[in-house]
């Protein structure tokens, strides 16, 4: 079993900035992908950010590009979501999931393990 805990989460400004980390534990894969995910109220959960875990690949959602930043330290097996130039329309409960295979995939059902969440509101 794979345990996700999340951390970072909070309230800024518009403008502001954040950064999520997401610490994986218990059983380990030789190869997998870790990903952020959002879920706003009433709104289906989506794709944020990808990385491959062997090679540092990384895929962004067009909303998020060159505003958030996907990185990982191996040593202390943590993924993080460095959030920059925020906008309300971030304003969700920030989820890292993992998925054991290297597809980079932004599909949700493609991950089987997940964490508990963090919220982010950014305000107006």
């Known amino acids: 079993q794979v345990q996700l805990v999340e951390s970072g989460g909070g309230l800024v400004q518009a403008g502001g900035s954040l950064r999520l980390s997401c610490a994986a534990s218990?059983?380990?894969?030789?190869?997998?992908?870790m990903g952020w995910f959002r879920q706003a109220p009433g709104k289906e959960r989506e794709f944020v950010a990808g990385?491959?875990?062997?090679?540092?690949?990384?895929r962004y959602a067009d909303s998020v590009k060159g505003r958030f930043t996907i990185s990982r330290d191996n040593a202390k097996n943590t993924v993080y979501l460095q959030m920059d130039s925020l906008k309300p329309e971030d304003t969700a409960i920030y989820y890292c999931?993992?998925?054991?295979?290297?597809?980079?995939?932004?599909?949700?059902?493609?991950?089987?393990?997940w964490g508990q969440g963090t919220q982010v509101t950014v305000s107006s």
């Open positions: 999931a993992l998925d054991p295979s290297m597809s980079l995939t932004s599909t949700a059902s493609r991950y089987d393990y």
């Open positions: 218990g059983r380990t894969f030789s190869r997998y992908v």
């Open positions: 990385i491959r875990w062997s090679n540092g690949s990384t």
